[in-house]
């Protein structure tokens, strides 16, 4: 076995006698308390909070916790996660009072003893932890999120709809919106009105809107111009405080409006 | 429906005009009031002789007009959030309009009669 | 449990947890309808003016007091915040003051949530304050 330089922290060298390499984590002696939101629909007049002591290390996740919690003390613990790297959207809840992304936020940088993790707000509860996200793709839907023009079917001898990079800079930061829902749970407005669109229909709405290969900024203004549409943002810029990927939701808004004002074309 | 009446958008550039244009006319009232001296200014004399002034009443009716349209809007939008269906939407929707209305005749009336001298 | 677990006005109302901005939201509701509720009132104390003087002085009576004199200072203090803050939203809204959007980039900071936006809160907060002051001053003859 080849020698190496330093390791890190933690880890032990084996010895050179030939023996089978085996390194070891010194188990850290940090601990948190979870207080995981149990809630079932069918079962529940309302929810309930489990604590849990559970080990951490320095990039251990919330994320993490919650699987550890799930394999070795309550396997009934209802979480919905993908990817765990911040791409697919599907771990969003409150965590210590405010939406994130769970395998987004390290245990170290809540700077709690206590962590808290309840479902994300304005979305029904599934179960625990996991919510519904019906109304927010339905509402998603409705800002039609596709590239609207008439000579869409690329017909023979033509290629694709050609765009420079500074018309791609206009719309790919709202592009990168992984649908978690967190901006409509931070929303002030989404709290009381459950009609409004969101941040998340808005901003999307922008992203195309803002597409130089897309003809339906008309259509999409008109679906927007009403009381519970965009006029019900009022730039408390909480979705922009809480959004994972910097897609930047209230900046879409406001930029959406400057068309319905007159300042854009 | 206010929405099918007005379109939102246009509801809301006059809730923004009304702002700007509120605001000139209540530096105005203040810079008026100031200059007089706290104490002066409410002096009974003091106040109808500045109602018997044309453009004062006139900058006067146009803060009332003004504000409570600005006002009464800004209440709709709240209401309007806290609850959501047709008939409370029409309700919120007149009944602010009413109420608007309704300060804009109470206050014109104060203005009309006290410039007159009817008091 | 209402079936879309809304916050409902607690979480409209919660003014925490979000930064500056969603403090001046919530500053901006709660000044705008305390406005309405002193324009509303101040339209039926004027009023009094067509009873004649001695209708208009027992009127001063109820409002030249120190409580008066304090409400008012207080309304000064949201007019100047609501007109402040009001100015930077309608600039804001009009998509003026955020930058051009931009491929995002780890840390991921919203362009929109920008230091002019935050100073002109609390240059709004500010001059609130320094109007209060001045009211005060103007009102007990300072």
């Keep these: 076995m080849a020698k190496g330089g330093a390791l890190p922290k933690g880890f032990e060298r084996p010895s050179d006698s030939g023996s089978q390499e085996k390194y070891e984590v010194k188990p850290s002696s940090k601990t948190i308390t979870l ?217 879409g808004i406001q930029l959406l409006r400057g068309y319905l004002l007159g300042y854009r074309k | 429906m206010m929405s099918s009446i007005m379109r939102e958008s246009h509801i809301m550039k006059i809730h923004y005009l009304t702002a700007l244009v509120a605001v000139g006319f209540v530096i105005i009232h203040i810079m008026v009031r100031v200059t007089q001296g706290f104490s002066n200014s409410l002096e009974f004399e003091s106040v109808i002789a500045n109602y018997k002034s044309i453009p004062y009443a006139i900058v006067l009716e146009a803060m009332l007009i003004l504000i409570s349209v600005h006002g009464f809007n800004g209440l709709r939008i709240i209401l309007l959030e806290l609850k959501q269906g047709n008939a409370y939407e029409n309700a919120v929707t007149y009944g602010c309009l009413a109420a608007m209305i309704a300060l804009i005749a109470y206050g014109s009336r104060t203005i009309i009669m006290a410039s007159m001298g009817m008091v | 449990m209402d079936k879309d677990r809304k916050e409902g006005i607690k979480g409209m109302a919660n003014p925490g947890r979000y930064g500056i901005e969603r403090v001046a939201y919530w500053l901006m509701r709660i000044t705008g309808l305390g406005l309405l509720f002193y324009f509303i009132g101040h339209i039926y104390e004027t009023s009094s003016l067509l009873d004649g003087k001695a209708a208009w002085n027992s009127m001063l009576e109820l409002t030249q007091t120190t409580e008066g004199h304090i409400f008012l200072t207080l309304v000064i203090g949201m007019c100047v915040f609501h007109t402040g803050n009001g100015i930077r939203l309608m600039i804001a809204q009009a998509g003026f003051g955020f930058g051009k959007p931009r491929r995002p980039d780890y840390p991921y900071t919203p362009s929109s949530l920008n230091m002019k936006n935050k100073l002109c809160i609390y240059v709004s907060i500010g001059l609130a304050a320094l109007a209060m002051m001045y009211g005060l001053g103007v009102m007990y003859d300072v």
């Excluded at chain 1, 849990?52 to 996740?61: A, G, L, N, Q, S």
């Excluded at chain 1, 405010?98 to 808290?116: G, H, M, Q, W």
């Design chain 1, 35 to 251: 207080r995981i939101s149990k809630f079932n629909p069918e079962k529940d007049d309302h929810s309930t909070f489990l604590e849990f002591t559970v080990p951490y290390e320095k990039w251990t996740t919330v994320l993490d916790t919650i699987l550890e919690v799930k394999s070795h003390q309550d396997h009934s613990i209802g979480v919905r996660y993908s990817c765990r790297q911040a791409t697919c959207g599907s771990c969003g809840m409150i965590i210590n009072g405010k939406p994130r992304l769970a395998c987004f936020t390290k245990i170290s940088e809540l700077d709690s003893n206590v962590v808290t993790v309840e479902p994300m707000n304005n979305f029904p509860i599934i179960r625990d932890l996991a919510v519904g996200f019906e109304r927010m793709f339905s509402t998603h839907k409705r800002m039609k999120p596709y590239i609207i023009r008439e000579d869409s079917e690329i017909s023979s001898g033509t290629k694709e709809f050609l765009q420079s990079p500074e018309d791609v800079e206009k719309y790919i930061q709202f592009a990168s919106c992984i649908k978690c829902g967190l901006c409509n749970s931070a929303c002030p407005t989404m709290a009381a009105d459950s009609t409004f669109i969101g941040p998340q229909g808005l901003a999307q709405a922008y992203r195309y809107v803002a597409d130089n290969r897309d003809k339906g900024k008309d259509e999409r203004l008109r679906i927007i111009d009403e009381r519970h549409g965009i006029w019900g943002c009022h730039f408390a810029g909480s979705c922009s405080q809480v959004c994972p990927k910097g897609v930047d939701p209230a900046m």
